[in-house]
Each structure stands twice: as C-alpha cells, then as structure tokens.
C-alpha cells in the first residue's frame, strides 16, 4: 500500500470515528463541536489532497517530459539504423 492510500485510509477512519461521535452526541452544544471539528477535518483533508494532487501532476510532467526525450532519442537512432542498413545494402551489391 502507497503511503498516499494509507493516509487515505487513515483520514477515512477519523471521518468515520468523529461520525460515530456525532451520533453519539446528546446534547446540542456537543454535537455543534463535532460538527465544527468535522468540518475541520474535511478542509484540512481537502487541502491534503489538493498538495497531493499538485505533486503528482508535477511528477506525471515530468516524467511524461522523459519519456518524450527518450521517444525522440529512440526515433533519431531508428532513423540512423535505417540509413546505416540502406548503406550496407547498397556496398554490398556494388
């Protein structure tokens, strides 16, 4: 498991916890706190996420810029290999 989706799992397990507090809660006064401690929980998560989010699409460019690097390299040499393979095909019928 990534360390992403376990903290995934974590944040999930919280939210259902301070549900359960909620659903516990008698009075009205406690259950405003967790209400507002909920809607804390549910920022900070979307914040987090947000942070992950920008990181992997940070990673995705430039890894796809690699792999674009590397696709032009390997076209440059298959062009070269065919230029090389006509040559030879030509001495040796000569």
Request: aromatic content about 2%; proline content about 0%.
């Amino acid at each position: 498991m990534t360390k992403a989706a376990a903290n995934r799992r974590l944040n999930l397990a919280l939210a259902f916890a301070m549900l359960a507090m909620l659903a516990a809660c008698t009075s009205k006064n406690s259950a405003r706190g967790v209400v507002d401690d909920l809607g804390y929980q549910i920022e900070q998560l979307k914040q987090q996420l947000a942070r992950q989010n920008e990181q992997h699409d940070t990673e995705l460019a430039e890894a796809s810029g690699h792999l674009e690097g590397a696709l032009a390299a390997l076209r440059r040499m298959t062009g070269e290999l065919v230029r090389t393979i006509e040559e030879a095909a030509t001495a040796v019928v000569r």
